[in-house]
């Protein structure tokens, strides 16, 4: 097992910094191969879209929106802030494995949610377009749909080509989560709030706040299922470890 040392700033942590950041600086300087090449190909997309291959689930994580360097800074930020700490105490093949489960498992819940919503975002858009009630606009399109109207499904399959995520924010929510079950009772700082809260309250807080926008619709640009995703899946393997009685480490690696 790993001494811990906040100061330090261990091999994986600083590795993953290092390939986003590049990778970001890439898609900033060459925007166009950047949203032709690497997100059209790399990018999560839809299962059920044309655009989607089975690297996607890996791959999506190392991207950022190169219109925005806020980001990928944050992303990369809170990794090494909490990142670094778990990594020294867990040991660096534990740690790798963590973060990529959380954010392979973000990717599994995005997939999910788009599955169980899309046919009705692609009614509900339609509908208010042409300023029809969602029964109405579901009724045409389903007998479009079972007389193999063209139209629509050539419509229906563009918009399974435009939902796609990209971002290291899953994985990173999977991290938050960690840091708050081995260190629960740290005091974290929101900022411009200078009073302490506990990491598990906290951390809780940010979830409550990512199941409410994803279900309100708030902010709809940002994958907040992904984000629980990564959560979710980071816990179930903290729970495993737990029960193991390896979660520190010990004969784990």
Partial sequence: MNSYSSGNWPPV???LIIINTLIWLVEYLFRSFAETGLVARLGLHFIGSDMFNP????TYMFLHDPSSPMHVFF???SLWMFGRMLENIWG???FLIFYMVCGIGAAVIQEAVWALTWHHDYI???ARMNG????H????????AAAGDGRFLRAMAEMKSQMVTIGASGAVFGILLGFAFVFPNIPMYLFFIPIPIKAKYMVAGYAVLEFFFGVSGRMDSVAHFAHLGGMIFGLLILLYWKKKGTLRG???Y
Avoid: C, H, L
Wanted: glycine content about 10%; hydrophobic content about 40%; overall charge positive.
């Fill in 132 to 135: 029809m009630t969602f029964d």
């Fill in 92 to 94: 660096s093949k534990r």
């Fill in 55 to 58: 690297v996607q689930p890996i």
């Fill in 137 to 144: 606009m579901q009724q045409i399109v389903d007998q479009a």
């Fill in 13 to 15: 942590t600083k590795n």
């Fill in 75 to 77: 992303n990369m930020f």
């Fill in 124 to 126: 509900a858009g339609i």
């Fill in 250 to 252: 010990g004969g784990f």
